[in-house]
């Protein structure tokens, strides 16, 4: 009876010993820190690439890996400026609509095969093809021809051609200055059909016939794709056939790590080499001594701003709107929450680029913009939903124009949701205002003034307030087709100074971006634009 | 118990079918669109229209339940919109990684839980039991997120002895942090459960037996008390088993591990279908078996309790 009894009790303590044996195993693995490797270059990604298809791309992060393992006919350097990637060299005809490319003959995919002519006509067709479930096809619907080949009126698009093996020629319909920017986008990267397969029914692209890549992308950018965990990591190293394949650093490897606390700590703890510091972080850094040399700092080509649905009363108003920017004090929110490190805006077109101007923004004064109100009709105040999607960063602010509109007699109700369904409601208008922000994809300020501004983008195609102005749209197409840059820089000032005067949104700001960089690492250099990252001369010193 | 696990089992196939229901019409509910998750801050209502037909969106809601519950039928979960990737290969990639946490958690939760509340009934109204029941208090208390910042603060960044986040090519080191922090607050639960058990049995006839053999106390406490003390730690222990195996996304999140929670979490962001259904049924099933393996447990930890029969007063 006894050894009955003990059976359990045996089992029971072996489960336990057993249990508290992993826990222990589990605890010594501790002492086995890994060494790091001298020649990766680590870095951090906040979400997960699910796709590197360049047509496919919509997302900052996918885009910025993009730009490194694809080539387009040209590319951002990290200035912001144009580079020569797949052609050598190019040249436009007087009136601008005939851009002549020269390929490098040197370029290969990283599977050996050389990149020619009829790849660039290819791909592009790829994007721009009927059914097509590329998202952007407005990066290149400028060619002539481009809309009867989507509409599936014609075989070929009218505007582009393959003379030979290593020349191609586009044909635009008219004049458009940020046209070679826009070349470098992920949308008019190169990709070799042969790696391309038909992806499954169901999936976007399935049934449109449209080729993808079945597993990791194939492209003939510096770097090339070696290991792609999804969610976990993605290992680049350097495309042997490219012919600035990097000498020193051997691998990149992106982490995902979606917590901006968790990033820091990695970095602070050496094992990431380079990272962009979250907001909150910004004064921390730049006050600790061991970061002074370390930290690089630009200011970001991205506004920030409180967008009013200008099509619905009474925020059709434009006295209403201008009330709403006098109620506010972004100065004193600049200084309060981001310590200083951002630029009071006063249009939408960011310091860096051309047509930004440095106008007198509108003045803090309450009671003023308490006489607007009752001008307009409303003397008691009136109520306001702001929505925001989940950001601490837009938390703060918010609530701090919560604090100042009320004091004018505006009762702010914040309204928070997640990304799609805010997309959706601010897409469609429901919502009296939100809290958003734009960044460049070209650094041009037709980027800013055409999307954001156009009544033709109303909605989804960046227009969220719904801003109306026949004359405005008019300036906008006319600056579109200015390809002087002295020009097209006063045209779009003006524009900005026009919609300025209209107060589509409560203008905040205009953010710096802060990188600290490790100091075993040298050669690199921010980019402008997170398509001009580049890192084929870092160095990575031991440890 | 053969026939018990059976029918069980075939209570899976209806409560599934629920699931899959309720998930699949909760997808309509819920405010947000799938295509707007595909394309960017820029786009026109021809691309956004053109996708939709492709994603087979604009079908009527009747066609398309039956086409997902065909695909059920033939255990296909369909393809993430965002990925691509078949959902299920998906799920198998990412569930070892969410399964290696949920065990490591589940280890340190129950060698510290019960150890714990051994202690405390052993050394019952002592310092000792006083403190180990007021680090229970705390290890309730202590959110997830604020224990995770702390311990990568303490032990990545200040003393630099543990990496702050990742799997680390499955390293053990890299499971040391997010895996204590899982386990906190079912260590805890674990401890006040077995600690209160264990002084319910001790004045049990049969432990007064014991004693009145003069076996020694804690002969006592280890070898008749505990084992009937085990059963609501089971319990315990079962279901945090079953919530951890469906993924533990502030614990992911804070040490960007790529598990099932996280997977989830990104699918519902980003409305992806297929993903959020697939994952929604994985985690069913998974609740479903642990639930099931912990009643099967109940039966040989105690023998008195018959599974599937009805006790007559």
């Known amino acids: ?543 | 118990m053969f026939g018990y696990t059976i029918r069980r089992l075939l209570w899976f196939v209806p409560i599934l079918l629920g699931v899959a229901t309720v998930t699949f019409l909760l997808m309509f509910v819920l405010p947000g669109d799938p295509v707007l998750s595909m394309v960017g801050e820029r786009y026109d209502p021809e691309t956004t229209e053109r996708l939709r037909e492709e994603m087979h969106l604009n079908d009527p809601l009747a066609v398309r339940y039956v086409k997902y519950l065909g695909g059920l039928a033939r255990f296909d979960l369909g393809r993430s919109y965002t990925t691509g990737e078949p959902v299920w290969d998906s799920i198998r990639k990412r569930f070892p990684y969410t399964l290696r946490l949920a065990v490591a958690a589940m280890a340190i939760a129950i060698a510290i839980g019960v150890g714990a509340g051994v202690l405390a009934a052993w050394k019952w109204r002592t310092p000792l039991d006083y403190l180990a029941m007021g680090a229970t208090v705390v290890g309730i208390s202590m959110p997830v997120f604020w224990l995770g910042v702390l311990l990568i603060y303490v032990f990545a960044v200040k003393l630099g002895v543990l990496p702050a986040s990742g799997y680390g090519g499955g390293r053990p080191i890299y499971l040391v942090l997010p895996a204590f922090t899982l386990a906190q607050a079912s260590a805890a639960y674990v401890a006040r459960i077995t600690r209160s058990s264990l002084l319910e049995e001790s004045g049990e006839m049969y432990v007064r037996a014991a004693r009145a053999k003069g076996v020694p106390e804690r002969w006592v406490l280890l070898r008749h008390t505990l084992r009937n003390a085990l059963l609501p730690v089971v319990t315990v222990v079962g279901a945090d088993f079953g919530s951890y195996l469906s993924g533990a996304v502030l614990t992911e999140s804070i040490f960007a591990w790529p598990g099932l929670g996280r997977f989830t979490l990104d699918a519902i962001l980003k409305r992806d279908l297929p993903a959020i259904q697939g994952a929604v049924l994985f985690m069913a099933v998974l609740f479903m078996t642990v639930n099931l393996a912990v009643d099967l447990l109940y039966a040989r930890i105690d023998p008195r309790i018959q599974l599937g029969r009805r006790v007559e007063s």
């Not at chain 1, 050996?112 to 790849?119: K, L």
């Not at chain 1, 990791?216 to 990591?233: C, L, N």
């Not at chain 1, 990431?272 to 080509?301: H, K, M, N, S, T």
């Not at chain 1, 009474?314 to 981001?338: H, Q, T």
């Open chain 1, 1 to 543: 009876m006894s050894r009955r009894r003990a059976g359990p009790v045996a089992r029971a303590g072996t489960l336990f010993a057993f249990l508290a044996g992993c826990a222990g195993v589990v605890c010594l693995g501790a002492c086995s820190r890994p060494a790091s490797d001298d020649d990766t270059l680590n870095l951090a990604l906040a979400a997960s690439p699910n796709k590197l298809d360049p047509a496919l791309v919509v997302d900052v992060d996918e885009g910025r890996i993009c730009a490194l393992v694809f080539q387009g006919l040209v590319r951002f350097d990290q200035s912001g400026g144009l580079a020569a990637d797949l052609a050598k060299t190019w040249s436009t005809d007087e009136g601008s609509t005939r851009y002549v490319f020269h390929l490098d003959t040197r370029m290969k995919y990283s599977n050996g095969r050389r990149v020619n002519a009829s790849d660039v006509v290819w791909s592009y067709q790829r994007v721009l093809a009927p059914s097509s479930p590329a998202p952007r096809p407005w990066v290149l619907s400028r060619i002539r021809g481009a809309g009867d080949f989507s509409r599936g009126e014609a075989r070929d698009i009218e505007g582009l051609s393959a003379p030979d093996d290593s020349t191609v020629v586009i044909e635009l319909g008219e004049p458009f200055g940020p046209f070679l920017s826009m070349l470098a986008l992920p949308a008019a990267m190169v990709v070799p059909r042969e790696e391309l397969e038909l992806p499954r029914e169901g999936v976007p692209g399935g049934r449109a016939g449209f080729l993808t890549f079945p597993g990791s992308p194939i492209g003939s950018g510096a770097w090339q794709v070696a290991e792609w965990e999804r969610g976990d990591y993605l290992l680049l190293a350097p495309n042997p056939h490219h012919p600035r394949a990097s000498k020193t650093i051997g691998k990149v490897r992106y982490r995902v790590v979606p917590e901006a606390f968790t990033r820091v700590a990695e970095f602070e703890s050496g094992s990431l080499d380079i990272l962009e510091i979250p907001p909150p972080e910004q004064v921390r850094f730049l006050a600790d001594g061991r970061y002074a040399e370390r930290i690089q700092r630009r200011p970001a080509l991205r506004v920030f701003y409180i967008g009013i649905n200008n099509s619905r009363p009474p925020f059709d108003d434009v006295r209403v709107r201008r009330a709403l920017n006098m109620a506010v004090n972004v100065d004193r929110l600049i200084e309060v929450l981001a310590d200083g490190h951002a630029i009071r805006a006063a249009g939408a077109v960011p310091p860096g680029l051309r047509g930004h101007e440095g106008r007198t923004p509108y003045r803090y004064d309450p009671a003023g913009a308490r006489r607007l109100l009752a001008q307009a009709g409303h003397p008691d105040g009136l109520p306001m939903e702001i929505w925001q999607r989940d950001s601490p960063e837009g938390n703060r602010v918010l609530e701090a124009v919560q604090g100042y509109l009320h004091e004018v007699g505006v009762e702010v109700r914040l309204v928070r949701r997640e990304w799609s369904a805010f997309k959706e409601a601010v897409s469609a208008g429901r919502v009296d205002a939100f809290y958003l922000d734009w960044y460049a994809d070209y650094p041009d300020p037709e980027n800013f003034v055409y999307p954001l501004f156009h009544s033709r983008n109303a909605g989804g195609g960046g227009n969220r307030v719904f801003f109306r102005d026949e004359s405005i749209d008019r300036l906008i197409d006319a600056a579109a087709r200015l390809v002087d840059a002295g020009e097209s820089a006063r045209a779009y000032a003006r524009i900005d100074s026009l919609v300025y005067d209209q107060a589509p949104w409560i203008y905040l700001y205009f953010p710096e971006v802060f990188y600290a960089v490790s100091e075993r690492i040298s050669g690199y250099e921010m980019p402008a634009l997170y398509l001009g990252e580049d890192f084929t001369g870092v160095d990575k010193a031991p440890e």
